[in-house]
């Protein structure tokens, strides 16, 4: 069994749909001591990027050793956001030391999606990252293009990182690298150790048979765009963005056309807090109202988008353990709770595919 840790919840399940995708049976869980023994691939979804470094660090460690003591577990595949986000080295570092690795080779970089390392500078397309909007991220601003910049201590912590710009650069990263090589990065990196390492087929997916007659969808990122699906929107007041109102507020305008609808949208349009306190901030509240929305009509189908976002969001639903049903589209995940709900998640820079 593979066993991938990934740092939020969108980029888990992007993980399990690839599995999913190529044929392998998946299981993906909030917990790392759920592990099904008949799965080839367990994806564990953990909320490290959302915390402090020294608790990331502390989480990874504690992953990794359930990880460690479970003899069905014969790799480990680290997953790490393919925008330079999170406690990266720090995480790595602890699940080096924890998991028994030499080192780690990190390797964010997804060409598939134009997203490149050239010469240690990190690009969206042809734009280095620092110019793009992942300069507006609340808790992990891009300032940096260079990986050298983004992370000067990486060597000396044993981890290190290679240029990547085609699909054969990935391959051949991972023909060369050896098992005691901690492998981590993004979806491009893992789809390419998947097939290097298990049997692995293409699976046929039926088109899923989402109705939107009953939803709630929530944009919960910096990164969201307009959704227009016919479903009525609504922002979070900029009171309680600023936390100057309560979300009883918002709720008594809101409520009404949920209960009576059974759809709704729930996003942000407010951008100008950033520092993980106001992130945090905003990601409870938004939890809260959902679990406040879902107590007055648990719908059918939840779209969650933002990988924080939606982590808060199971986490106060108590939705721990979930089945993959569909890839939509890379990164964007159905997979049903075990209230029934089906849930619909991507990174908030992910296209939506042709969900709507």
């Known amino acids: 069994m593979i066993a991938v840790i ?31 023994s008949d799965a080839d691939v367990f994806v564990i979804a953990s909320d490290t990027r959302s915390m402090s470094e020294a608790d990331a660090a502390a989480e990874s460690a504690r992953i990794a050793s359930v990880l460690k003591a479970n003899p069905a577990v014969s790799r480990i595949f680290k997953k790490t956001d393919s ?20 080192d780690a080779l990190y390797i964010p970089a997804n060409p598939s999606k134009g997203r490149t390392i050239r010469d240690g500078i990190y690009y969206i397309g042809d734009t280095p990252l620092h110019l793009t909007d992942f300069s507006f991220d609340p808790e992990f601003p891009a300032t940096f293009s260079a990986l050298a910049e983004r992370f000067p201590d ?27 090589t901690l492998l981590a990065g993004a979806a491009d990196l893992f789809t390419e150790f998947l097939r290097q390492n298990l049997p692995a087929r293409e699976n046929s997916q039926p088109k899923p048979d989402i109705t939107l007659s009953d939803t709630l969808i929530i944009c919960g990122s910096t990164q969201s765009k307009a959704i227009d ?26 409520a009404p056309t949920y209960a009576s609808t059974h759809r709704l949208i729930l996003s942000m349009r407010d951008r100008h807090r950033t520092g993980r306190e ?26 969650i988008e933002g990988g924080a976002t939606a982590y808060a969001i199971l986490s106060r639903l108590g939705w ?26 991507k990174p908030g820079s992910y296209p939506w595919g042709n969900l709507f």
């Open 6 to 36: 990934a740092d939020d919840i969108t980029g888990a399940a992007e993980m399990g749909g690839i599995a999913f995708r190529l044929g392998l049976h998946v299981s993906l869980s909030m917990q790392p001591d759920c592990a099904g």
């Open 83 to 102: 925008a330079l986000r999170g406690h990266v080295v720090a995480e790595l570092e602890s699940l080096i030391k924890t998991a028994g690795y030499t």
């Open 154 to 180: 990486a060597a000396a912590r044993g981890v290190r990182y290679a240029d990547a710009v085609t699909a054969a650069d990935i391959r051949a990263a991972v023909a060369s690298a050896s098992r005691s």
């Open 229 to 254: 699906c016919g479903i009525h929107v609504s922002y979070m007041p900029t009171p309680l963005y600023d936390g100057e109102a309560t979300i009883d507020s918002w709720l008594d305008e809101i």
């Open 278 to 303: 106001a992130a945090v901030y905003l990601r409870e509240t938004i939890a809260e109202t959902v679990s406040r929305l879902v107590d007055l009509h648990r719908p059918q189908e939840l779209i």
């Open 320 to 345: 721990n353990s979930f089945g993959i049903t569909n890839e939509i589209a890379p990164g964007v995940i159905r997979m049903q709770a075990p209230s029934g709900t089906r849930i619909t998640m």
